[in-house]
C-alpha cells in the first residue's frame, strides 16, 4: 500500500504530473465521446448510471459537464495528496472501461 500513496512533501515528479494531464485527457475525451453517442444512439448508449442519471436531471450538456468535472476535480486532488498511482491506475481502468467501448461502438456503427 505504500507504493500507492506519498506524502505531501515530497517533491514534484514528472510521472505524477503526466499521469493527471492524461487523465485529464481522458475525461476530455470521454466526454466528447458519451456527448457524440447520446446524441446518435440516445441516453441507453450509456453504460454508467451517474452519467446517465444527471443527463436525465440536467440535460445532456449541463449533466455530461457537471459528472465531468466533478472527475476532474476529484482528479486533481488526488494527484495534489501526491497518489499519482492511483490516477494513473484510474486513467488505465478509464480508456479500458469508457474510451476503448466508446470508439468500438463508433467504428462498429459508422
Known amino acids: 500500500m505504500a507504493r ?9 515528479c514528472a510521472f505524477g504530473d503526466f499521469a493527471v494531464l492524461a487523465f485529464l485527457l481522458a475525461q476530455c475525451v470521454d466526454g466528447v465521446f458519451t456527448y457524440l453517442g447520446v446524441t446518435f444512439w440516445g441516453l441507453q448508449a450509456e453504460a454508467n448510471p ?32 501526491r497518489v499519482h498511482n492511483i490516477v494513473a491506475l484510474l486513467t488505465a481502468v478509464y480508456v479500458a472501461a469508457a474510451i476503448v467501448p466508446w470508439m468500438a461502438m463508433f467504428l462498429v456503427h459508422h
Open 4 to 12: 500507492l500513496y506519498r506524502r505531501w512533501d515530497t517533491p514534484r
Open 50 to 81: 451517474l452519467v446517465s442519471s444527471a443527463v436525465l436531471v440536467a440535460g445532456l450538456g449541463p449533466g455530461l459537464a457537471g459528472v465531468k468535472l466533478i472527475a476532474v476535480g476529484l482528479g486533481i486532488a488526488l494527484h495534489r495528496f
